[in-house]
């Protein structure tokens, strides 16, 4: 066995040293390596909506946002330049102001974004009368401190930002669509008009074959006339006067009045 000596035993113990450090460092002290191209193709990945939406141009949300990025502009502000054109399409049924309503027949929209080389992140959720929730997301993003509004906040901050806020919001396709849906699941109270205005009748009708409701007074008026004996000349409806008293008719829609129709028929015939 060969003697060492202590210049040979001290470079040996130190290489050996820094080869176990070197070895441990991959396990504990590096993250995996990334290789990264010198030169990267932009790329702008979407759901099939992203290809079938187009702006009045005729321009879809991918060519919009593939036109924009190679053009220099930021990526996100791309994106969501894309997804606008989606969300105002009137023909979407699942994106943007003309998406379904919830249960109660109000849209509210959900979108969230975020930007990678800002480490920055925004959402809304339950905003209401917005046509294009992800704008609004990405100012979240830009300009507070939060990553989430909801609701009433989302709205005022939209508002706040110079965003149209429009009370009622809804595509008439989609009122139609949940109308339909309400009447398939509580056909007791979503029934067509016909079918509603024979129901309520018939209903009427039966109370008062029951005795629950007065049928000499079942649709609730009184009425007195007049007759005005001067200006022989004058037409008959002109020499006329009348005033009518009256309760909601029975199960009539809350705001219509009974008196609307005579109104109109008094008025049409003079």
Known sequence: MKKLNRRDFV????????????????????????????????????????????????????????????????????????????????????????????????VQLDASCMHGPRKRAGAVAGIEGVRTPAR????????????????????????AMGFKIEEGLINET??????????????????????????????????????LIDGEHFWGTTRRAGWHGRSPGARATHRFSAPDSTSTATSARPGRRAAEGRISTICRRS
């Open 11 to 106: 470079r040996t113990t130190t290489a050996a040293a820094a080869a176990a450090a070197a070895a441990s460092k991959p396990l504990f002290a590096q993250a995996p390596t990334v290789l990264t191209p010198k030169s990267v193709k932009p790329c702008v990945v979407a759901s099939s909506n992203g290809n079938r939406s187009k702006d009045a141009d005729g321009v879809t949300c991918v060519a919009k946002a593939f036109k924009m990025m190679t053009g220099g502009a930021d990526v996100l502000d791309a994106l969501v330049a894309g997804v606008a054109i989606v969300e105002l399409d009137p023909n979407q049924t699942g994106v943007g102001w003309s998406g379904l309503p919830n249960a109660e027949g109000v």
């Open 174 to 211: 989609a009122r139609k669509q949940w109308l339909e849906w309400k009447r398939r699941t509580d056909p007791l109270h979503y029934l067509s008009p016909k079918d509603r205005a024979q129901a309520w009748y018939d209903a009427g009708l039966q109370m008062v074959r029951e005795g």
């Open 136 to 159: 609004v997301a990405q100012l979240v993003a830009d300009e507070t401190d939060h990553h989430l509004l909801v609701g009433k906040g989302a709205q005022d901050f939209a508002r």
